[in-house]
């Protein structure tokens, strides 16, 4: 059975840091890009970045480049998202998911993760 | 790519059909002639989860009453008769680029 469980989610003041993680289990995680994707209380899906099966690339969505660093550990078989000078604005629910296998044709994020709780204020 | 849906909201009535529209403001359909469109239904409380991936194809375990249909700009949702179960918000995902992007969201609920 496929699984995602993020933890790392935090209270957090204007400025500070945090760094997410994702573990997965029940596949093949070295196979498959990986993403976050966040979501700002009583607002919709907001992707944030996603890192390919082994680590050599990533992309994220312009306005956190340079705050936000994605990276994974395949002999952990897990995800992070490093998320540095946070405004409120970052507050959200934090997800990881689980993209297609490096070999596939196809794009899309077919498992998702229960999410971890970032909130940021003084 | 911007994606658009609508209605944002949508009230159904158990065992009547429903669908949601998804408009792109650029051609998601792939020169592999793939659409890089995806759905994803999020009930209360709950993660999202993928209901339609590659704009028509239904992974095991969704049922069958949920298709998805449309190419290029032009995507639909269709939820053939709807249950109790199925409220929730409902969100289209480009795919295409590295950069995905989803529509506003279509909260569906029953009357």
């Known amino acids: 059975e496929v699984q995602l469980v993020e933890s790392g989610g935090a209270l957090v003041q204007p400025g500070g840091s945090l760094r997410l993680s994702c573990l997965a289990s029940g596949f093949t995680f070295s196979r498959h890009w990986m993403s976050w994707v966040r979501q700002a209380p009583g607002k919709g899906l907001e992707w944030m970045a996603t890192i390919n099966h082994d680590g050599s690339d990533n992309y994220s969505v312009d306005f956190v480049e340079g705050r936000f660093t994605i990276s994974r550990d395949n002999a952990q078989n897990s995800l992070y998202l490093q998320m540095n000078s946070l405004t409120v604005d970052d507050t959200a629910v934090y997800y990881c998911?689980?993209?297609?296998?490096?070999?596939?044709?196809?794009?899309?994020?077919?498992?998702w993760g229960q999410g971890t709780l970032v909130t940021v204020s003084s | 790519i911007v994606m658009t849906q609508s209605p944002l909201s949508l009230p159904v009535t158990p065992g009547e059909p429903a669908s949601i529209s998804c408009r792109s403001n650029?051609?998601?359909?792939?020169?592999?002639?793939?659409?890089?469109l995806n759905w994803y239904m999020q009930k209360p409380g709950q993660s999202p989860q993928l209901l339609i991936y590659?704009?028509?194809h239904r992974p095991s375990g969704v049922p069958d009453r949920f298709s998805g249909g449309g190419s290029g700009t032009d995507f639909t949702l269709r939820i053939n008769r709807v249950e109790a179960e199925d409220v929730g918000v409902y969100y289209c995902?480009?795919?295409?680029?590295?950069?995905?992007?989803f529509g506003q969201g279509t909260k569906v609920e029953i009357k």
């Open positions: 998911a689980r993209g297609p296998d490096y070999g596939a044709w196809s794009d899309f994020l077919d498992y």
């Open positions: 590659m704009g028509s």
């Open positions: 995902m480009n795919s295409l680029k590295n950069v995905p992007t």
């Open positions: 650029q051609s998601l359909l792939h020169d592999n002639g793939h659409n890089y």
